[in-house]
């Protein structure tokens, strides 16, 4: 493979956020000439974008690192952006969750209305999360975050029903409460420490008083997104409501925004030692461990399905939160590895969901017995991430979590070991009556007693169309190849991201 | 006799490398998906594909023996997972492993003609085969991740054999399976990660002494773990329930075969992890025996327990799934002992495998027996069946046979086995001499009786007796399954014969492999089975059982049904699991939804509060807007008085006008006057001006006088006139005539001046 010089890096990456936010207003008006037209940019720009991050793979990989200052606003606060394993890792892996429910949404949608404000709005979101994982200082991070935040706020009230209009309304006021965290916070580093650049190393060598309010406002800031608690409570109302395409990525990717953020300012601004030795790191522990058992026991609770995903993302962001607090090499890798594995596995768990309300418009879980007889495929998909969110080997989420027990095993914390089980057990008690009802049990409108024990009943099948099951079965695949064995390209990536943060980030 | 034979020369320590065991995992596996994609019509091509691979897995352990007898056959995957996969089969893997293959492969035959009358046999066949790989993967696995694997996938699979039936029962049965095996492979997960965590390796090699603080923990959730899919009590509930309503040939295996990975993993843990008899140290032994102990009265309770649950049974699959329980207490007793004993417990071992191998045959016999006629009469309560030894002689004799076995009756299979667990435990008696062996010995008696009692009352009611109206019909059975039955009997008959030969063959080189020696191992070599203190000891469960039987049947104890609230179930697990749930959900929902009323009431206090501020606001500006009005009303009125006053300058400058014109014709008047007075005057002065020169020089004379005089005067009034004010001089002089005419005049200048810039 080639690798770039650093000019052609820029280039690609100053295309990459570019280009998205760019095309989003030929989108708009190209809904105007046709439908068609429209939906074809929409995925040839998710699509371009996802294949210009793919060449710069050989450069990170040999350990290349970008930190490129485009312009100064003020003196020492810039504009600038930075290409390093993290963030490669994360691009790539929002323009392929991207990529993969755009071409869902061109079926999903046709039932939708007001498409020629989704797709615009999708697109635009992209760049301006691919804004956020390039971003080379803690400005312009703030500046993509905000901006992806509250756009994305476009797709959550979609439906514009009185539900998703309460439920958009509580997240953008935790967006700008969270906002206003970060600003704080960027304000009190850029006071402490004279820049917010991420190219610096530590910005903050010394524990104080400042610094660790700035911890907690970005702790509340990028926390907020993560759904970390006491911060969730818009993730259960927003992501429901939100088309489903809409729900995998705010589920799936732009969660991680909020992890990202926290891995940069934990790596960046602060040092993994002076969070030790000052004790902070307790405080995401706490928070990581409460998120945990929170979101798994209220997942239990749930009797829409959607609902039910959502309260799951809680628990299982809360993963990758305790791999943040524990700060070893396995944590860190298991907590990036299970960034990617949420990714895919809780993309599958709403787009399966998706296919079924598109399909049957069934949304309680009661009502889903026999749904895998009539959506075999479909269900097939949701029930592969399902296990592996259980965590069955060789499925990826069990990997993440055996890295992630491993980490807390090497900082002897055995309680934690003890939390990601019992969360484990929690996952299969609510995972569990949806996939075994749904194959094994007969829908509710048909009677037992009519069913003689010794002949089949035949379903008719009425799957989704081909395209959306695509997308799912190239998931699938991804939760169960990048389980089953270590050497795989993410897992990699996660182990070299962990020793490259850990080893102080390239500098 | 056979030891001696040179062609087992035993080499400790010989790694062999080969790819068999993951071919042999893993062949199944695929094979089962395969199956699972052919379509249903190809029902032939299923068969056959279920059958080669049943029978390739077993070619494939037969080719390993002689290397697993000389040493291991090791392979590994690094490329696996975190791990790496790996395989390592020794002796007592081989045995289980053979086991496995062997009673497998005789329920693939039964499961064709069986599954011919079941519908979804497309799944069945794929999740059977598949099961199969999984089952070899726990017990070729090299270290407890790849046992962990397979153990989960073996979970997971056979679920869907569980619940084949698909009705209420059988779902009810299979999710209570499941959820106990997830919760087990958690239990065992944790476990194998604090050994991971103590000893930074997943190995299965004798450990205990890098364990420290831990061990006891990591013994406990091993034991939950590989206990819950024993069926060790009080884990067993699901075991009752399960066995019973899967199709015949599956409860065979899960009953055979699939709880002995239980026992297998508890033997790796008990024997290899956490004893190694010739290593361990004095405060080893002690801990050991503490753990053996455990192990043993769990046992022992289990045996207990599963023998009189099994005689109140009415139902054929239930009672053999209970004397499942019963026989894994058989199991666990003999691993305890073996265990406290250390290096003397080679008896206890030899008599656990032995015991694993027997009821594997039988258990797995009973259940295709009894299966063969559930599938021609459709019933399963024994009060509602009878008379089946005219009926169906073949199953009746075979069932004697296997019911034999199981009772351990001299001469079938069962009886070597019981007989080793038997004489370990008398062993370990005296050994430590302690009551509590005593007692367990006597229980050990007592559950074998009972076990003889509800065999005689399962035969009694099904082979004996007259047949029901309803099933007198004839029954014809197809060649396999008379095939599959008769070499069950065999086999059992066959073992029990010559119970030797497995015994020196295989199970005291397996033996030697852990090290143990002593009496034990000395007895082992030729160990007389058919001498009088064995059979003594048989004899006398005999006539127990006799004796618990006669008046049991006559006064119909066994028909007792004890009540629900008496099971496990009921005692310990529903409301154990019910309060769990109940506090996860409510404190997980009430956390949550403080939470949000949290924010939702900040939100609103917040709300109140800019409510209020809001109207402070109005409030300030309706004050304001009263005050401008006011203030506007204020000035209109100045604005009123202001032309008013301004009506009234313009009247009194007219007026002063006037007046001003007045007072300059007045003045012109005046003028004239003056002129005429003037010129009067000047006439005066001129004739008075030479009187006055006249008079001037008088007064010249006298005002020279005068000055002197005034002079004088001055300078004494100079004296007298000290502190001279000028202002009060001013004011004194300035008369208020003069100041008001000035101030008129001002006025009168000023409103001139100022009528002068308006207009």
Same mark, same amino acid.
């Given at each position: 493979?080639?690798?770039?010089?650093?000019?052609?890096?820029?280039?690609?990456?100053?295309?990459?956020?570019?280009?998205?936010?760019?095309?989003?207003?030929?989108?708009?008006?190209?809904?105007?000439?046709?439908?068609?037209?429209?939906?074809?940019? %929409?995925?040839?720009?998710?699509?371009?974008?996802?294949?210009?991050?793919?060449?710069?793979?050989?450069?990170?990989?040999?350990?290349?690192?970008?930190?490129?200052?485009?312009?100064?606003?003020?003196?020492?606060?810039?504009?600038?952006?930075?290409?390093?394993?993290?963030?490669?890792?994360? %691009?790539?892996?929002?323009?392929?969750?991207?990529?993969?429910?755009?071409?869902?949404?061109?079926?999903?949608?046709?039932?939708?209305?007001?498409?020629?404000?989704?797709?615009?709005?999708?697109?635009?979101?992209?760049?301006?999360?691919?804004?956020?994982?390039?971003?080379?200082?803690?400005?312009?991070?703030?500046?993509?975050?905000?901006?992806?935040?509250?756009?994305?706020?476009?797709?959550?009230?979609?439906?514009?029903?009185?539900?998703?209009?309460?439920?958009?309304?509580?997240?953008?006021?935790?967006?700008?409460?969270?906002?206003?965290?970060?600003?704080?916070?960027?304000?009190?580093?850029?006071?402490?420490?004279?820049?917010?650049?991420?190219?610096?190393?530590?910005?903050?060598?010394?524990?104080?008083?400042?610094?660790?309010?700035? #911890?907690?406002?970005?702790?509340?800031?990028?926390?907020?997104?993560?759904?970390?608690?006491?911060?969730?409570?818009?993730?259960?109302?927003?992501?429901?409501?939100?088309?489903?395409?809409?729900?995998?990525?705010?589920?799936?990717?732009?969660?991680?925004?909020?992890?990202?953020?926290?891995?940069?300012?934990?790596?960046?601004?602060?040092?993994?030692?002076?969070?030790?030795?000052?004790?902070?790191?307790?405080?995401?522990?706490?928070?990581?461990?409460?998120?945990?058992?929170?979101?798994?026991?209220?997942?239990?609770?749930?009797?829409?399905?959607?609902?039910?995903?959502?309260?799951?993302?809680?628990?299982?962001?809360?993963?990758?939160?305790?791999?943040?607090?524990?700060?070893?090499?396995?944590?860190?890798?298991?907590?990036? #590895?299970?960034?990617?594995?949420?990714?895919?596995?809780?993309?599958?768990?709403?787009?399966?969901?998706? %296919?079924?309300?598109?399909?049957?418009?069934?949304?309680?879980?009661?009502?889903?017995?026999?749904?895998?007889?009539?959506?075999?495929?479909?269900?097939?998909?949701?029930?592969?991430?399902?296990?592996?969110?259980?965590?069955?080997?060789?499925?990826?989420?069990?990997?993440?979590?055996?890295?992630?027990?491993?980490?807390?095993?090497?900082?002897?914390?055995?309680?934690?070991?003890?939390?990601?089980?019992?969360?484990?057990?929690?996952?299969?008690?609510?995972?569990?009556?949806?996939?075994?009802?749904?194959?094994?049990?007969?829908?509710?409108?048909?009677?037992?007693?009519?069913?003689?024990?010794?002949?089949?009943?035949? #379903?008719?099948?009425?799957?989704?169309?081909?395209?959306?099951?695509?997308?799912?079965?190239?998931?699938?695949?991804?939760? #169960?190849?990048?389980?089953?064995?270590?050497?795989?390209?993410?897992?990699?990536?996660?182990?070299?991201?962990?020793?490259?943060?850990?080893?102080?980030?390239?500098? | 006799?056979?030891?001696?034979?040179?062609?087992?020369?035993?080499?400790?320590?010989?790694?062999?490398?080969?790819?068999?065991?993951?071919?042999?995992?893993?062949?199944?596996?695929?094979?089962?998906?395969?199956?699972?994609?052919?379509?249903?019509?190809?029902?032939?091509?299923?068969?056959?594909?279920?059958?080669?691979?049943?029978?390739?897995?077993?070619?494939?352990?037969?080719?390993?023996?002689?290397?697993?007898?000389?040493?291991?056959?090791?392979?590994?995957?690094?490329?696996? !997972?975190?791990?790496?996969?790996?395989?390592?089969?020794?002796?007592?893997?081989?045995?289980?492993?053979?086991?496995?293959?062997?009673?497998?492969?005789?329920?693939?035959?039964?499961?064709?003609?069986?599954?011919?009358?079941?519908?979804?046999?497309?799944?069945?066949?794929?999740?059977?085969?598949?099961?199969?790989?999984?089952?070899?993967?726990?017990?070729?696995?090299?270290?407890? +991740?790849?046992?962990?694997?397979?153990?989960?996938?073996?979970?997971?699979?056979?679920?869907?054999?569980?619940?084949?039936?698909?009705?209420?029962?059988?779902?009810?049965?299979?999710?209570?399976?499941?959820?106990?095996?997830? +919760?087990?492979?958690?239990?065992?997960?944790?476990?194998?990660? !604090?050994?991971?965590?103590?000893?930074?390796?997943?190995?299965?090699?004798?450990?205990?002494?890098?364990?420290?603080?831990?061990?006891?923990?990591?013994?406990?959730?091993?034991?939950?773990?590989?206990?819950?899919?024993?069926?060790?009590?009080?884990?067993?509930?699901?075991?009752?329930?399960?066995?019973?309503?899967?199709?015949?040939?599956?409860?065979?295996?899960?009953?055979?075969?699939?709880?002995?990975?239980?026992?297998?993993?508890?033997?790796?843990?008990?024997?290899?992890?956490?004893?190694?008899?010739?290593?361990?140290?004095?405060?080893?032994?002690?801990?050991?025996?503490?753990?053996?102990?455990?192990?043993?009265?769990?046992?022992?309770?289990?045996?207990?327990?599963?023998?009189?649950?099994?005689?109140?049974?009415?139902?054929?699959?239930?009672?053999?799934?209970?004397?499942?329980?019963?026989?894994?207490?058989?199991?666990?007793?003999?691993?305890?002992?073996?265990?406290?004993?250390?290096?003397?417990?080679?008896?206890?071992?030899?008599?656990?495998?032995?015991?694993?191998?027997?009821?594997?045959?039988?258990?797995?016999?009973?259940?295709?027996?009894?299966?063969?006629?559930?599938?021609?009469?459709?019933?399963?309560?024994?009060?509602?069946?009878?008379?089946?030894?005219?009926?169906?002689?073949?199953?009746?004799?075979?069932?004697?046979?296997?019911?034999?076995?199981?009772?351990?009756?001299?001469?079938?299979?069962?009886?070597?086995?019981?007989?080793?667990?038997?004489?370990?435990?008398?062993?370990?008696?005296?050994?430590?001499?302690?009551?509590?062996?005593?007692?367990?010995?006597?229980?050990?008696?007592?559950?074998?009786?009972?076990?003889?009692?509800?065999?005689?009352?399962?035969? $009694?009611?099904?082979?004996?007796?007259?047949?029901?109206?309803?099933?007198?019909?004839?029954?014809?059975?197809?060649?396999?399954?008379?095939?599959?039955?008769?070499?069950?009997?065999?086999?059992?008959?066959?073992?029990?014969?010559?119970?030797?030969?497995?015994?020196?063959? =295989?199970? =005291?080189?397996?033996?030697?492999?852990?090290?143990?020696?002593?009496?034990?191992?000395?007895?082992?070599?030729?160990?007389? +089975?058919?001498?009088?203190?064995?059979?003594?000891?048989?004899?006398?469960?005999?006539?127990?059982?006799?004796?618990?039987?006669?008046?049991?049947?006559?006064? $119909?104890? +066994?028909?007792?049904?004890?009540?629900?609230?008496?099971?496990?179930?009921?005692?310990? &697990?529903?409301?154990?699991?019910?309060?769990? !749930?109940?506090?996860?959900?409510?404190?997980?929902?009430?956390?949550?939804?403080?939470?949000?009323?949290?924010?939702?009431?900040?939100?609103?206090?917040?709300?109140?509060?800019?409510?209020?501020?809001?109207?402070?606001?109005?409030?300030?500006?309706?004050?304001?807007?009263?005050?401008?009005?006011?203030?506007?009303?204020?000035?209109?009125?100045?604005?009123?008085?202001?032309?008013?006053?301004?009506?009234?300058?313009?009247?009194?400058?007219?007026?002063?006008?006037?007046?001003?014109?007045?007072?300059?014709?007045?003045?012109?008047?005046?003028?004239?006057? &003056?002129?005429?007075?003037?010129?009067?005057?000047?006439?005066?002065?001129?004739?008075?001006?030479?009187?006055?020169?006249?008079?001037?020089?008088?007064?010249?004379?006298?005002?020279?006088?005068?000055?002197?005089?005034?002079?004088?005067?001055?300078?004494?009034?100079?004296?007298?006139?000290?502190?001279?004010?000028?202002?009060?001089?001013?004011?004194?002089?300035?008369?208020?005539?003069?100041?008001?005419?000035?101030?008129?005049?001002?006025?009168?200048?000023?409103?001139?001046?100022?009528?002068?810039?308006?207009?």
């Amino acid at each position: 493979m080639v690798v770039l010089g650093s000019s052609t890096v820029i280039a690609i990456v100053i295309f990459i956020v570019a280009f998205p936010i760019l095309m989003t207003p030929v989108i708009m008006f190209s809904c105007r000439a046709s439908e068609q037209l429209r939906n074809f940019l %929409a995925l040839a720009v998710s699509a371009i974008t996802f294949l210009a991050i793919l060449p710069l793979y050989p450069f990170v990989r040999g350990g290349g690192v970008i930190q490129y200052t485009l312009f100064e606003v003020l003196p020492n606060l810039e504009v600038s952006l930075r290409l390093d394993l993290l963030s490669f890792g994360l %691009a790539a892996l929002a323009a392929l969750i991207w990529l993969l429910c755009t071409i869902y949404s061109i079926d999903y949608m046709a039932k939708e209305h007001a498409c020629s404000r989704y797709y615009p709005v999708l697109i635009f979101t992209l760049g301006s999360c691919l804004g956020i994982f390039f971003a080379g200082d803690l400005f312009s991070l703030f500046i993509f975050f905000e901006l992806m935040s509250l756009i994305a706020y476009i797709l959550v009230i979609h439906e514009e029903t009185e539900e998703a209009l309460k439920a958009g309304y509580k997240y953008l006021v935790m967006t700008i409460i969270g906002g206003l965290a970060l600003f704080f916070g960027m304000i009190i580093v850029f006071e402490l420490g004279g820049t917010v650049s991420l190219g610096v190393g530590t910005i903050i060598e010394e524990s104080s008083l400042l610094a660790l309010l700035a #911890f907690i406002c970005f702790l509340i800031g990028f926390g907020m997104k993560a759904g970390m608690f006491p911060l969730h409570v818009w993730l259960p109302d927003a992501h429901p409501v939100a088309p489903s395409p809409a729900s995998a990525l705010l589920s799936g990717v732009m969660l991680k925004t909020g992890a990202y953020g926290l891995l940069r300012v934990i790596f960046h601004v602060f040092s993994p030692d002076l969070l030790q030795s000052s004790g902070w790191d307790t405080i995401l522990g706490v928070l990581a461990v409460i998120t945990i058992l929170l979101g798994s026991a209220v997942a239990l609770t749930q009797t829409d399905i959607k609902r039910r995903l959502a309260y799951s993302s809680i628990g299982q962001l809360g993963y990758v939160l305790l791999g943040l607090s524990i700060l070893n090499n396995n944590a860190i890798t298991g907590a990036i #590895f299970h960034i990617f594995s949420h990714a895919f596995m809780k993309s599958i768990l709403f787009l399966a969901a998706g %296919a079924i309300i598109w399909n049957t418009g069934k949304r309680q879980i009661e009502d889903l017995k026999g749904i895998g007889r009539q959506m075999p495929v479909t269900m097939g998909c949701f029930s592969i991430a399902a296990l592996a969110m259980i965590g069955i080997p060789p499925l990826n989420g069990f990997l993440s979590k055996w890295t992630l027990a491993l980490g807390a095993l090497d900082a002897n914390a055995v309680i934690y070991v003890l939390v990601l089980l019992i969360s484990s057990l929690l996952n299969a008690l609510y995972y569990l009556p949806i996939i075994i009802p749904a194959f094994f049990d007969l829908p509710g409108d048909m009677n037992h007693d009519e069913h003689d024990e010794h002949h089949e009943i035949k #379903f008719e099948i009425q799957e989704a169309t081909p395209r959306m099951l695509s997308v799912m079965i190239v998931l699938a695949l991804f939760t #169960f190849v990048f389980g089953l064995t270590p050497n795989n390209i993410v897992y990699a990536l996660s182990r070299l991201t962990a020793a490259f943060l850990l080893l102080g980030g390239g500098f | 006799m056979f030891a001696a034979a040179p062609d087992f020369v035993i080499e400790a320590g010989s790694h062999h490398y080969s790819s068999i065991p993951l071919w042999i995992t893993l062949v199944p596996m695929l094979a089962g998906i395969g199956i699972y994609l052919l379509k249903d019509l190809w029902e032939t091509a299923r068969k056959v594909c279920t059958l080669v691979t049943s029978f390739a897995a077993l070619v494939g352990v037969i080719l390993l023996f002689p290397f697993a007898l000389t040493g291991t056959v090791n392979y590994d995957l690094i490329d696996f !997972m975190q791990m790496g996969l790996f395989f390592e089969v020794d002796l007592i893997g081989w045995i289980f492993a053979f086991l496995i293959t062997t009673v497998w492969f005789l329920a693939t035959l039964f499961s064709f003609a069986y599954m011919d009358l079941e519908h979804n046999r497309r799944r069945y066949y794929s999740f059977f085969t598949f099961t199969l790989g999984a089952t070899l993967g726990v017990v070729l696995a090299g270290d407890f +991740f790849t046992l962990f694997l397979f153990f989960e996938l073996m979970t997971l699979s056979s679920f869907v054999l569980v619940i084949h039936e698909q009705d209420v029962e059988s779902m009810r049965a299979g999710i209570l399976y499941l959820y106990l095996g997830i +919760f087990g492979g958690l239990s065992l997960l944790f476990a194998i990660l !604090m050994l991971f965590g103590a000893t930074g390796s997943v190995e299965i090699v004798p450990a205990l002494e890098l364990l420290g603080g831990q061990r006891t923990a990591i013994y406990v959730f091993f034991l939950i773990g590989f206990g819950i899919k024993a069926g060790l009590v009080p884990l067993h509930i699901w075991l009752p329930q399960a066995h019973p309503v899967a199709p015949s040939p599956a409860s065979a295996l899960l009953s055979g075969i699939l709880i002995k990975s239980g026992a297998y993993g508890i033997l790796r843990v008990t024997l290899i992890l956490f004893s190694s008899p010739d290593q361990a140290g004095a405060a080893d032994i002690s801990y050991l025996f503490i753990i053996g102990n455990a192990l043993m009265w769990i046992g022992i309770v289990t045996m207990l327990a599963g023998a009189v649950m099994a005689l109140l049974q009415s139902n054929m699959k239930r009672i053999l799934a209970y004397s499942s329980v019963s026989q894994i207490g058989y199991i666990a007793t003999a691993l305890g002992v073996a265990t406290f004993l250390g290096i003397e417990g080679g008896m206890g071992f030899a008599g656990a495998v032995y015991h694993v191998i027997n009821h594997a045959f039988f258990k797995a016999g009973l259940f295709m027996m009894v299966g063969t006629v559930y599938m021609y009469t459709h019933e399963l309560e024994i009060f509602r069946l009878g008379g089946m030894l005219k009926k169906m002689p073949l199953v009746a004799i075979t069932f004697l046979v296997a019911a034999f076995g199981i009772a351990g009756i001299p001469g079938f299979n069962g009886y070597p086995s019981k007989t080793l667990i038997h004489d370990s435990l008398l062993i370990a008696y005296r050994d430590y001499g302690l009551f509590s062996l005593d007692l367990a010995e006597k229980i050990f008696v007592l559950t074998s009786a009972l076990t003889i009692c509800y065999f005689i009352k399962l035969f $009694r009611r099904v082979f004996l007796g007259p047949v029901p109206e309803k099933l007198d019909v004839s029954y014809h059975l197809p060649l396999s399954v008379k095939a599959v039955l008769s070499s069950f009997a065999l086999v059992i008959i066959g073992i029990g014969l010559f119970p030797n030969l497995i015994l020196e063959r =295989v199970l =005291v080189p397996a033996a030697e492999m852990l090290n143990y020696e002593g009496y034990a191992m000395d007895h082992l070599y030729h160990f007389h +089975f058919f001498e009088w203190h064995p059979l003594e000891a048989m004899l006398i469960v005999i006539v127990l059982a006799a004796v618990i039987y006669i008046p049991g049947a006559y006064r $119909r104890w +066994f028909d007792w049904k004890p009540p629900w609230w008496l099971s496990v179930y009921a005692l310990l &697990y529903r409301p154990v699991t019910h309060r769990l !749930m109940e506090v996860t959900c409510r404190a997980g929902v009430f956390v949550d939804s403080s939470v949000d009323t949290a924010y939702n009431r900040s939100g609103s206090a917040a709300k109140t509060w800019c409510t209020y501020v809001g109207s402070l606001d109005s409030k300030l500006d309706d004050l304001y807007e009263k005050s401008g009005k006011t203030a506007r009303k204020l000035a209109d009125r100045s604005t009123d008085m202001d032309s008013k006053l301004d009506q009234f300058y313009e009247k009194s400058g007219d007026m002063a006008r006037k007046l001003a014109d007045r007072s300059t014709d007045m003045d012109s008047a005046l003028n004239e006057a &003056y002129r005429k007075t003037g010129e009067a005057a000047k006439k005066l002065a001129e004739q008075t001006s030479d009187a006055d020169r006249k008079l001037d020089n008088v007064y010249n004379k006298a005002g020279q006088k005068a000055r002197s005089q005034m002079e004088k005067r001055l300078s004494e009034k100079k004296d007298r006139s000290e502190g001279f004010d000028p202002v009060k001089w001013t004011t004194k002089n300035l008369s208020f005539d003069t100041l008001l005419l000035f101030l008129v005049l001002g006025i009168v200048l000023f409103v001139i001046f100022y009528y002068g810039r308006t207009n």
